[in-house]
């Protein structure tokens, strides 16, 4: 019945979505890439992601809300995020897969910027429990961020 804690829930319903989705398409794009590249720094890097992405879910699983599961599409608007900055369809799913090392940096930067967008949101209107995950996901990203534009170079 409090619309402050209301509006809270709602956030961080949200947020648990997009954050799903975000680890998921990060997870496929690493695992990928992890595949086909030959490159000894890309590789780091991908194992780098997979390894915070699991500090992530580890986090998020001890959050998750036992109510309704909020849709991506539903959450985004929540946010007041476009699907098209967290660089997912309605479904969840990535935009496009990566096929190359260029492209998985690419696609791992519109990642990072979509999950450091939703995190900044919930960082400042969700919950103290998602909020600390949010805080995990900035500090991540923003490295991963730093680490994108020195092997962009």
């Known amino acids: 019945g409090n619309q402050s804690i209301d509006a809270r829930l709602k956030v961080d319903a949200a947020y648990e979505a997009v954050v799903t989705a975000q680890i998921e398409n990060a997870n496929g794009y690493s695992n990928a890439i992890l595949k086909s590249t030959s490159d000894p720094e890309i590789k780091s890097f991908a194992q780098g992601v997979l390894d915070e992405r699991a500090k992530w879910t580890q986090k998020l699983e001890r959050l998750q809300n036992t109510g309704e ?32 090392d260029a492209g998985y940096l690419t696609a791992m930067k519109l990642n990072d910027r979509g999950s450091l967008q939703a995190a900044t949101v919930n960082s400042r209107a969700g919950g103290p429990g998602t909020s600390q995950l949010a805080n995990l996901v900035i500090q991540g990203t923003t490295q991963e961020l730093a680490q994108i534009k020195q092997l962009q170079k």
């Open 69 to 100: 599961p909020m849709d991506v599409k539903k959450a985004s608007y929540t946010l007041d995020i476009s699907l098209k900055s967290l660089a997912i369809t309605a479904d969840g799913t990535p935009l496009a897969a990566p096929s190359s």
